[in-house]
């Protein structure tokens, strides 16, 4: 059987579908999958192995310029490769009209996805012609897991997510010595509101330094360069990563005793890779969206800065 995925992002929904997979794979003999996701996160779906091919697309970067991806031709390649094989299905884990919905009726196959009640984007559910009722109230892992039991016929089996990501596909050298005694900041998020306080991070790498940690500080944009090069200079023992893609991140993870991430999708990564994991949550419900893995400690308050870096050291 050859299926399509359609969960195109953001970084954490896409780590999310990777349990999904594993259950299919476990459970429905001679499966390939296919993935149609954003291009910035293209790396992921190539970590599990039943990933035959990765369709990259690039909705956010064609918003911008509509015309230019028009007239260069990346929109008709694209369409030419989820065009290009016949699918027994198409499972669409985003639920969303315009950025998956229509996607499921341009390729070839069967659409599946959640129907009107279950889907976020209740048009969604039209382009599909088998839909399924799924719980909002479940976790998102939980909900794509189900999702894809219903849409292949299986029942959900009784055992932990596992996101069976192949170390080796990401360049692990599994000889390699991969815990140190070092932690990693992951600081920066998608909306301000998300953000802990700067000053508790500046607190925090105070303690985690002076008890000997080396603190890694990556980022992703130039206002998070700013921060962690003004969270550095707190101690010698502090390293601003240089910009990694997701593999060399990944890499980095592996090697540390601890990721301390807000709510952002490095933090699933982390999780998905079984580092132990500390994700600070403000506004977001954990419950539904948090992080899932072997060893995930979760902070969640209305106000980011009533968690502590007391609250976070004893954590570690």
């Known amino acids: ?35 149609v996701v954003e291009e910035n996160f293209a790396e992921i779906p190539k970590w599990h192995p039943i990933v035959n091919k990765v369709i ?12 230019k991806a028009l007239f260069s031709g990346e929109i008709r390649k694209f369409w030419k490769n989820l065009r290009a094989e016949k699918y027994d299905l198409i499972i669409d884990a985003q639920g969303l009209f315009f950025k998956s919905g229509l996607l499921s009726l341009i390729a070839h196959g069967k659409g599946c996805g959640y129907d009107w009640d279950s889907a976020r984007d209740k048009f969604a559910s039209l382009c599909y012609r088998h839909k399924f009722i799924i719980s909002k109230e479940e976790h998102a892992i939980s909900r794509i897991r189900e999702l894809f039991a219903q849409s292949l016929g299986y029942k959900i089996p009784k055992r932990e997510a596992s996101y069976a990501i192949d170390l080796a596909r990401i360049g692990v050298d599994l000889k390699d010595n991969w815990h140190g005694k070092n932690l990693v900041f992951v600081h920066g998020t998608s909306r301000d509101d998300k953000c802990w306080s700067e000053e508790y991070w500046l607190e925090l790498t105070r303690i985690a330094t002076q008890a000997g940690f ?31 893609n997701l593999s060399q991140l990944a890499q980095v993870f592996l090697k540390a005793t601890a990721v301390i991430a807000v709510d952002t999708g490095l933090g699933h990564l982390s999780a998905a ?27 969640a308050k209305p106000n980011l800065d009533e968690i502590s870096p007391n609250d976070v050291w004893g954590a570690i």
């Open 273 to 299: 890779l079984g580092i132990p994991t500390i994700s600070l949550y403000g506004t977001t419900d954990p419950k539904l969206i948090g992080t899932v893995g072997k060893c995930v400690i979760h902070f």
């Open 1 to 35: 059987m050859k299926i399509l995925l359609i969960k195109t992002s953001s970084l954490g929904d896409v780590v999310h579908a990777l349990p999904a997979l594993t259950d299919a794979a476990w459970l429905v003999p001679n499966l390939s999958c296919d993935w």
């Open 214 to 244: 080396l603190v890694k500080i990556p980022w992703g944009s130039k206002a998070e360069l700013e921060r962690a090069e003004r969270i550095a200079p707190t101690s010698q023992n502090v390293e601003v990563l240089p910009k990694l």
């Open 56 to 67: 990259p697309i690039a909705l956010r970067r064609w918003r911008k310029a509509p015309l």
